[in-house]
Structure formats: C-alpha cells, structure tokens
C-alpha cells in the first residue's frame, strides 16, 4: 500500500488568484495523478503527473489553469490558476502501485472559491 | 469511451440488513475494478480490488463480483451498521486510466 499526504486539508480563496496544492508519497511511485470532484459528483482525471516531463492532461484541462509539476518520485504539486467560484472543489492526488494496477488516494484538498 | 454507472444512486436500509450494490461498465477490456468508500468531504478509501482473472474477492463483511464479459460488478455488504454510511464509488481500471462511476449514497439507519 501507499500512504498519501495532501496540503493544505482545505482553503478559500478568492476569485482570481492561485492555489498550489501538495501531494506527498512515502514510497517512490511511477505514476501519480490529480483528480478533481466537483459538489455533489464522481471525481474526474485531470492529468497524469509525469516525473522530469510535461504532465499529461485530459481533454477538458489545461496547462495554463493546472500547472502540475512532478519533481521528484514522491512529490508532486498543482496549481489552480486564475480561481474563479466553479473551481470549487476537492481535489484529490493518487498513485498507481505497479503490479495490481491498485490505486490509492490521498485525503484531498477542499477549495472553496469566493 | 468507458462509461461506469452505478445503481442506485441513493440507498437507505435500516441495521442488520444485508444489501447489494450495482456497477456496470461498458468496456470489458480493463485491467480491474476497484470499490471506493468516501465519507462526506473526504478522500477515497479502497475497499476491494478485483483483478479482470478474478471472479469475486471478500474483505471481512464486504463481497466484491465481478463479471467481465456482462459488464458488471456487485458489492455485497452483510449485516450493515451505521458506520456504514457513505458513498460507494465503483471504479474501473483501463490501461493507466481510472474510470468511476457516480457512487451509491449509502445511509443505514440505526
């Protein structure tokens, strides 16, 4: 198993400005992702964080909005850009254990945008 | 495009009853299925995991099916307790992507 740490637990911020959000491993890991999970719905891929190159993002998502950078086999950042109230959401990183194809999930960061 | 959808969508069943949870997905060709917990404003916990060579996996009161050729998967919770309540989030498992459905909202009444 993996276990994950995400910073901070939650925030609200407010229109227009960024937030970047931690996500901490503490085992090294090939595949880590972001999701998102908007009120009331099912969580949502928002890109593939890919170590020492460009995250692989998902149709609907974009770089300039969610930044993501991938420093390292532990450790993983995203930023959410230019906020605005319909980022509302939580966000939550995992990781893909190789093998059993298992993903786990960390706690998730909870933004509310004002 | 996988599609994952869950039935029902909101379940309430009083303690002690034994209940059945439905996940039907429309692409066979996955890697395994994985049944998630999420308590309100909380991450995900997962529950079960069902390789696509496997027919059903058990994890105490919890019974994961699986059935890959029908497109379906049912998660078996006996003799449930309040602290059961939350959401129940099927999630399949393509070649690195994860698919969920839209979760059972699940409330056991003491």
Not at chain 2, 18 to 37: E, G, K, P
Request: aromatic content about 8%.
């Amino acid at each position: 198993s993996a276990v994950i740490s995400q910073k901070p637990s939650r925030d609200i911020c407010q229109r227009g400005t960024s937030l970047t959000i931690q996500c901490q491993v503490d085992s090294q890991v090939t595949m880590m992702f972001w999701y998102r999970q908007q009120p009331g719905q099912s969580l949502t891929l928002i890109a593939t964080a890919n170590q020492g190159s460009e995250a692989t993002y998902e149709s609907g998502f974009v770089i300039d909005k969610f930044p993501i950078s991938r420093p390292n086999l532990t450790f993983s950042t995203l930023t959410v850009s230019n906020m605005s109230p319909e980022d509302s959401s939580i966000y939550l990183c995992s990781v893909l254990l190789a093998g059993l194809h298992e993903q786990y999930f960390g706690p998730g960061t909870r933004l509310t945008v004002t | 495009k996988q599609e994952v959808t869950q039935i029902p969508a909101a379940l309430s069943v009083p303690e002690g009853e034994n209940l059945v949870l439905n996940c039907s997905f429309t692409d066979s060709a996955i890697y395994n299925l994985q049944w998630f917990r999420q308590d309100p404003g909380k991450g995900l916990t997962s529950l079960l995991l069902i390789q696509s060579s496997q027919r059903e996996q058990t994890s105490g009161r919890l019974n994961a099916s699986l059935d890959k050729s029908s497109g379906r998967s049912t998660l078996y919770i006996a003799a449930s307790q309040p602290g059961d309540s939350a959401t129940y989030l099927c999630a399949v498992q393509g070649a690195q992507k994860l698919v969920f459905g839209q979760g059972t909202r699940l409330t056991i009444n003491p």
